[in-house]
């Protein structure tokens, strides 16, 4: 429920009420530990009336019930409850890729190897990683095998093996089949036990000309090179009118792995951008996000609410499969369970329906406490025309201003898939060109390393037109340093000379709808948490099938 404060500037949550004069914000320790924040989100809406909603997500480290935090804002905001789980799907859906396509060139056969990348725990690992995340209660990898290993399907099951993942029966022959085959493996495990340091987003609406980003009194507890995340909504791209933008030098960043280097390369470019600065890491239409945000929409999770599948009891139970790890579900529950005081998590969600007393009551706060948080957002990507997202690592002691925000109408858009487009010879050297144009050779699975040069290839102030004032630009110095040496021809003749690259158009159209794939060599994701708001389907559907076999028995 949304509620007025009579105070403005100030939001306190688990804490003392303390107003203060600046739009800002801190957490703040009412104890003897002390407290260190280590990460931001926030997401601001445009809603063309003068107004602006924010959905602001903060991560801690220290005791819950020493937490406080302070939100300041214009005016006397309308305040709400908002959802990381929503947070999770806008994150994942604009995470950056990474992808080489360098193409034999020449009459040699190979057989093309897929590598990957998934968290960085999992770096050096004698596999390939295609895909990680979560799902419902396990953590999952998609491997398959590391081209670079001299015995690759051997590699991958001994790791398997090691790790425990298979068992001493499992038919080894028949999994060496299957990987010589072109098959991947998933790997799934159950979860380990969430970090408790995060509080639930908050949702706030107020009348604003612009997003303004509170940060200012983060600075006293901010962690060194602390994560910040913003996404803006609205008409066109956004951009910051007082903090630049910084374009990364590519060559500096492993494209064959890029996880490792991706955050400390962003944290050096914006050192080189003065400490306070932003990438832009998507810029693009928000239609494509909303269709992939939520499969059913408003209408369909409403279906939870009106009973309209059939028996509540089975919609109640099934409901924590798809919603048991989104914000606010068990207390929910709880909230309708008179029994709950006596119940631990696992006797209380492994039967909802026999605990909960008013059903129809539970429903409602099921769909206005846990899932409609989830829709705004999705709600808030159907309004909008473009989603801009920007990234950056910012020390405490670096936060001299709020980040301000406005949008920018002449620039073009900027999707999270990143081509290098080149030729492969036959003996795995490769030669491609980035989206900057410099052309990086080396042999495959090695990027060649060159932290001598600057991580940015360019700082560039914006504004609410034209394409920025260029304060910093290394285009030349980087791209000089992989000249070739003495006039030398580079492996596989000219980047992109291969049949493939007259693709080039078409992947560039498709992926504005998502990443695309049309046989890459290597596709590698610096991605983070996901939601299985998916899952849902199935329980739409395992109703709809218990529905129509209570009819056929009638």
Same mark, same amino acid.
């Given at each position: 429920?949304?509620?007025?404060?009579?105070l403005?500037?100030?939001?306190?949550?688990?804490?003392?009420?303390?107003?203060?004069?600046?739009q800002?914000?801190?957490?703040?320790?009412?104890?003897?530990?002390?407290?260190?924040?280590?990460?931001?989100?926030?997401?601001?809406?445009d809603?063309?009336?003068?107004?602006?909603?924010?959905?602001?997500?903060?991560?801690?480290?220290?005791?819950?019930?020493?937490?406080?935090?302070?939100?300041p804002?214009?005016?006397?905001?309308?305040?709400?409850i908002?959802?990381?789980?929503?947070?999770?799907?806008?994150?994942?859906?604009?995470?950056?890729?990474?992808?080489?396509d360098?193409?034999?060139?020449g009459?040699?056969?190979?057989?093309?190897?897929?590598?990957?990348?998934?968290?960085?725990?999992?770096?050096?690992?004698?596999?390939?990683?295609?895909?990680?995340?979560?799902?419902?209660?396990?953590?999952?990898l998609?491997?398959?095998?590391?081209?670079?290993?001299?015995?690759p399907?051997?590699?991958?099951?001994?790791?398997?093996?090691?790790?425990?993942?298979?068992?001493?029966?499992?038919?080894?022959?028949?999994?060496?089949?299957?990987?010589?085959?072109?098959?991947?493996?998933?790997?799934?495990?159950?979860?380990?036990?969430?970090?408790?340091?995060?509080?639930?987003?908050?949702?706030?609406?107020?009348?604003?000309?612009?997003?303004?980003?509170?940060?200012?009194?983060?600075?006293?507890v901010?962690e060194?090179?602390?994560?910040?995340?913003?996404?803006?909504?609205?008409?066109?791209?956004?951009?910051?009118?007082n903090?630049?933008?910084?374009?990364?030098?590519?060559?500096?960043?492993?494209?064959?792995?890029p996880?490792?280097?991706?955050?400390?390369?962003?944290?050096?470019?914006?050192?080189?951008?003065?400490?306070?600065?932003?990438?832009?890491?998507?810029?693009?239409?928000?239609?494509?996000?909303?269709?992939?945000?939520?499969?059913?929409?408003?209408?369909?999770?409403?279906?939870?609410?009106?009973?309209?599948?059939?028996?509540p009891?089975?919609?109640?139970?099934?409901?924590?499969?798809?919603?048991?790890?989104?914000?606010?579900?068990?207390?929910?529950?709880?909230?309708?369970?008179?029994?709950?005081?006596?119940?631990?998590?696992?006797?209380l969600?492994?039967?909802?329906?026999?605990?909960?007393?008013?059903?129809?009551?539970?429903l409602?706060?099921?769909?206005?406490?846990?899932?409609?948080?989830v829709?705004?957002?999705?709600?808030?990507?159907?309004?909008?025309?473009?989603?801009?997202?920007?990234?950056?690592?910012?020390?405490?002691?670096?936060i001299?201003?709020?980040?301000?925000?406005?949008?920018?109408?002449?620039?073009?858009?900027?999707?999270?898939?990143?081509?290098?487009?080149?030729?492969?010879?036959?003996?795995?050297?490769?030669?491609?060109?980035?989206?900057?144009?410099?052309?990086?050779?080396?042999?495959w699975?090695?990027?060649?390393s060159? =932290? @001598?040069?600057? /991580? %940015?290839?360019?700082? *560039?102030?914006?504004?609410?037109?034209? !394409?920025?004032? &260029?304060? #910093?630009?290394?285009?030349?110095?980087?791209?000089?340093?992989?000249?070739?040496?003495?006039?030398?021809?580079?492996?596989?003749?000219?980047?992109?000379?291969?049949?493939?690259?007259?693709?080039?158009?078409? =992947? @560039?159209?498709? /992926? %504005?709808?998502?990443? *695309?794939?049309?046989?890459?060599?290597? !596709?590698?994701? &610096?991605? #983070?948490?996901?939601?299985?708001?998916?899952?849902?389907?199935?329980?739409v559907?395992?109703?709809?099938?218990?529905?129509r076999?209570?009819?056929?028995?009638?």
């Amino acid at each position: 429920m949304l509620s007025r404060w009579p105070l403005p500037l100030a939001l306190v949550l688990l804490g003392a009420l303390a107003p203060r004069p600046a739009q800002a914000y801190a957490i703040v320790g009412n104890g003897e530990q002390a407290l260190s924040q280590t990460g931001l989100r926030a997401v601001f809406a445009d809603n063309g009336d003068g107004t602006i909603t924010a959905w602001l997500d903060i991560d801690y480290d220290g005791p819950a019930e020493r937490f406080g935090w302070i939100v300041p804002v214009p005016g006397v905001p309308e305040v709400g409850i908002s959802s990381r789980a929503a947070l999770d799907r806008l994150q994942g859906l604009t995470d950056p890729t990474y992808r080489v396509d360098a193409f034999p060139h020449g009459e040699c056969e190979v057989r093309q190897p897929i590598a990957g990348v998934g968290p960085p725990y999992m770096a050096d690992r004698p596999i390939a990683i295609f895909d990680s995340g979560e799902t419902g209660p396990f953590d999952y990898l998609v491997v398959g095998p590391d081209a670079s290993q001299d015995d690759p399907i051997g590699a991958l099951i001994g790791w398997l093996e090691d790790g425990g993942l298979v068992s001493p029966e499992l038919d080894r022959a028949l999994l060496e089949e299957y990987l010589d085959a072109g098959h991947s493996l998933v790997v799934l495990r159950l979860s380990k036990d969430h970090d408790t340091g995060s509080i639930r987003p908050i949702l706030l609406t107020y009348e604003a000309e612009r997003p303004v980003l509170p940060l200012r009194l983060s600075a006293a507890v901010a962690e060194d090179d602390m994560e910040v995340r913003v996404w803006v909504l609205g008409a066109t791209q956004a951009v910051s009118t007082n903090y630049p933008a910084v374009e990364l030098n590519q060559a500096r960043l492993d494209w064959f792995d890029p996880t490792p280097d991706y955050q400390p390369l962003v944290a050096e470019a914006v050192d080189e951008a003065g400490g306070q600065a932003f990438l832009t890491e998507f810029a693009a239409g928000a239609g494509a996000l909303a269709d992939g945000f939520v499969i059913a929409g408003r209408e369909g999770f409403e279906l939870f609410r009106d009973g309209s599948l059939g028996d509540p009891n089975v919609l109640v139970d099934a409901s924590v499969l798809v919603f048991g790890d989104w914000d606010g579900f068990e207390e929910a529950v709880r909230q309708h369970a008179p029994d709950a005081a006596d119940l631990d998590s696992g006797e209380l969600l492994g039967c909802i329906s026999c605990h909960v007393d008013d059903i129809d009551a539970f429903l409602d706060t099921l769909f206005n406490d846990v899932i409609d948080p989830v829709l705004s957002v999705h709600d808030a990507l159907l309004t909008a025309t473009t989603v801009t997202r920007f990234f950056t690592l910012i020390d405490g002691d670096e936060i001299e201003q709020d980040p301000e925000f406005d949008f920018n109408p002449d620039l073009e858009p900027l999707l999270p898939l990143h081509i290098a487009r080149g030729a492969l010879s036959c003996d795995y050297t490769f030669d491609v060109e980035l989206e900057h144009g410099t052309r990086v050779r080396g042999t495959w699975g090695q990027w060649p390393s060159r =932290d @001598d040069l600057p /991580a %940015a290839v360019r700082v *560039v102030q914006y504004n609410t037109s034209g !394409t920025g004032e &260029v304060l #910093t630009d290394n285009s030349e110095l980087i791209d000089a340093a992989f000249a070739p040496e003495d006039g030398a021809q580079a492996p596989g003749g000219d980047p992109g000379s291969a049949d493939e690259s007259d693709d080039e158009a078409a =992947d @560039d159209e498709a /992926a %504005a709808d998502g990443p *695309v794939d049309r046989g890459s060599i290597c !596709t590698a994701s &610096v991605g #983070t948490r996901r939601t299985n708001t998916a899952a849902f389907v199935c329980v739409v559907a395992l109703c709809l099938l218990a529905r129509r076999r209570r009819r056929a028995t009638r």
